[in-house]
């Protein structure tokens, strides 16, 4: 199976800054669209951003766009999450996960791996 490691989660103020990677284990990486979640205590697990096969098309959701860019690296098998302007809203575990949708997927069930996350807190 396809393994997904998040890591660079952290504490930061309101206001700040992290940057969130994601690598992953196979060889056909590039073949899969990849997407961040995210998940605050008692609330579903909700998109937040997803970028293509080919790392040529982002979608966002409409509570990060223009302070969360989403990129990948297929050389490292790696996708990151560039956090800028945080909020205290932001804080959840972040998800990154894998799948063969066609753009934009935006769905829970659209992923077919998971990582298994980093915990964000934006304190104020």
């Known amino acids: 199976q396809v393994q997904l490691v998040e890591s660079g989660g952290g504490l930061v103020q309101a206001g700040g800054s992290l940057r969130l990677s994601c690598v992953a284990s196979?060889?056909?990486?590039?073949?899969?669209?990849m997407g961040w979640f995210r998940q605050a205590p008692g609330k579903e697990r909700a998109f937040v951003a997803t970028?293509?096969?080919?790392?040529?098309?982002?979608y966002y959701a409409d509570s990060v766009k223009g302070r969360f860019t989403i990129s990948r690296d297929n050389a490292k098998n790696t996708v990151y999450l560039q956090m800028n302007s945080l909020k205290p809203e932001d804080t959840a575990v972040f998800y990154c996960?894998?799948?063969?949708?066609?753009?934009?997927?935006?769905?829970?069930?659209?992923?077919?791996?998971w990582g298994q996350g980093t915990q964000v807190t934006v304190s104020s």
């Open positions: 970028i293509s096969w080919g790392g040529g098309s982002t």
């Open positions: 196979g060889r056909t990486f590039s073949s899969y669209a």
């Open positions: 996960a894998a799948g063969r949708g066609y753009h934009p997927a935006l769905a829970r069930g659209s992923y077919d791996y």
